[in-house]
């Protein structure tokens, strides 16, 4: 009889608690859901500190678990990158290429590029190299069509969706392919380059997963580290204007030796 009642009350304990976890769980998403109305539509830049990097870890850690999320990396950069690119977007502006690119609201997708073209230039020109890049890898600039919506600025939307739309560019000019790697160095060279924490972030983090599996990740990294500090300024580089240029002589514009990943 003892032993039913101890059983009774140890059960009533176990309900109590699930019932407790249960209403904390509770609270917490609610607590999540009014913080997500409450930002929903806010600029990306003008939210707390704490609430970005939140939101930046979460899509990180989606990135960690499948390296496959690639849409997670976007969302992680955005929010890594937000607190900082109200300074470090001067930087394009204070270029007069990167002036007359946004006054010219130059994009490079399938309304501004005429890709068959660019498949019908000689082989070896920056065009013909462009295209062959992706379109053995399956990619296409349309996916950043438009300007990201988390930025309100229109200037500064405008440096965020032509970084986007040239990152193939750079893995042309750089020679570093899109194996894990390869990223990995560019994420160097992009850091060297633009400074954002993200590219730094993603640089460091994998250099530490990557040596395991390829020892000489950590010396490629600083390589490109060193090469995107020697070069021009791939932000504000008029690439439209240079299809029909060969690659070698816009590596030797932009002041870039090709880099492999080892």
């Known amino acids: 009889m003892n032993d039913s009642i101890l059983m009774t009350d140890t059960s009533r304990t176990r309900a109590h608690r699930a019932t407790r976890r249960a209403a904390r769980d509770m609270r917490t998403a609610r607590r999540a859901a009014a913080s997500t109305i409450r930002t929903a539509g806010v600029d990306a830049t003008r939210l707390p500190a704490r609430l970005r990097w939140q939101r930046a870890l979460t899509a990180l850690g989606r990135v960690l678990l499948d390296p496959q999320q690639t849409d997670q990396v976007l969302v992680f950069a955005m929010y890594a990158n937000a607190g900082s ?34 498949r019908a ?17 399956g990619l296409t600039p349309e996916v950043f069509e438009s300007p990201p919506e988390e930025i309100h600025d229109p200037a500064m939307a405008y440096v965020i969706q032509r970084l986007r739309q040239t990152h193939d560019l ?79 002589e816009v590596r030797a514009m932009l002041g870039i030796e090709p880099l492999v990943a080892s």
């Open 170 to 248: 750079w893995h042309v000019v750089t020679g570093l392919d899109t194996d894990p790697a390869s990223e990995v160095a560019l994420q160097g060279f992009t850091f060297a380059q633009v400074r954002a924490p993200s590219a730094l972030i993603l640089a460091v983090l994998g250099t530490v997963r990557g040596t395991r599996w390829k020892p000489r990740l950590a010396r490629d990294v600083r390589r490109a580290f060193r090469a995107g500090r020697r070069a021009e300024k791939l932000a504000v580089f008029p690439w439209e204007d240079h299809w029909a240029t060969s690659l070698d």
């Open 85 to 118: 690119m109200p300074r470090r977007v001067h930087r394009f502006y204070d270029d007069p290429r990167g002036r007359l690119l946004y006054t010219q609201r130059r994009t490079i997708d399938a309304h501004a590029v005429d890709f068959a073209k660019l």
């Open 121 to 137: 230039l000689p082989v070896g020109t920056l065009g013909h190299a462009y295209v062959t890049f992706l379109d053995a890898r």
